[in-house]
């Protein structure tokens, strides 16, 4: 039997999510875990240098919330630790912690500048042999996992699961995309990721969230909850169904479903009984768009499914020709000339990691007929 605690959380004053935090930990035995001298690792979705009312990053008050929490219980060595999009390197950690308000967290935490992974062995039957992963997760006697609720472009609804993507360094995320560019093969290697890293609990930031075109470039929306629990994937599932997203509908929970990680009829909920989202959340244009074509999916062929795609296209009136767009893309396609991004998506796998990474809302989606893939 899976438990998510779920409490109403108006706002991020310390009062507000500290007590949260307190009903959160005590209804899961949290306290029951600890013993003196343990190293605990905090990981936050930190995506990208955004400031906290952009909803793009977990909060800080989250953070400093368990930090404090785990401080009051004799925890010392608690270590916030993330691997942001683009290059791994204790710059662009600085300024991921600069804009997102992490540095007023310094006296109770320490913030991460390893930027060190090393290799783990995928256990006996996974598809994945093995995963580059962040030191500080690997040194950690306990691995808090703080997501931040939003859509997700590529896998429809990003929670806990997904931010475990962030324990991979830097540039080696796209490496991922392109090695399993389907997205169910996509997302089943997100779930053995979540099982090799297998962090004692996961909270989900859900105070203001995101919706649309997430996880950068979406609207905020509040939703005034938190959720914590011990099974990360019955976790999402319940927040998918608060968001007013079917779980069914979102390639993560599909599969984690059909691999028996969880049994949906097998969820208590205590705490606050929250009713779904009303209206329910704005999806991506790469799959909101997609679903208004939902009858192709069921009357036409397979072929025909596959080569109606949702493909990026780049604003250039929005364009900056930051590059980050050509950093992240896993297949190289994307080039800068006269401070312009310009790409050919004849081999574009449509994993939208240039929306995700684009700073300045400049890359658009666009649904048309394409040839497959030889």
Known sequence: MAIVSVQRTEKYGAPDVRASIDLHFEALGIENDLRPGMTVTIKPNLLAARHPEQATTTHPAVIGAVASWLRDRGIDRIT??????????????KAVYESGGYNALKDIAELNLDTGYQSVKCPEGFVSTGFNIINPVLKADYIINIAKLKTHGLTTVTGGVKNLFGVIPGLQKPEWHFKYPNIDDFSRMLIELALVVRPQVTLIDAVETMEGNGPLNGKPRHLGLTFCSRDIFAQDYYASKLMGIEPEAAPILRQALKMGLFL?????????????????????????????????????????????????????????GCGKCAESCPMKIITIHNKTAGMSTKKCISCFCCQEMCPFDAVKISHRWRLPRI
């Open 80 to 93: 916030v630790a993330d691997s942001p999009g683009g290059v791994y390197s204790q710059g662009n950690l």
């Open 264 to 320: 949906s009829d097998k969820i208590t909920v205590t705490g606050f009984g929250a009713a779904p989202a009303d209206p329910p959340y704005q999806l991506p244009e790469s799959i909101s768009r997609n679903n208004s074509h939902s009858f192709l999916a069921r009357s036409a062929s397979a072929l025909i499914t596959r080569i109606y795609c949702a493909v990026p296209k780049i604003d250039t009136e929005k364009c900056k």
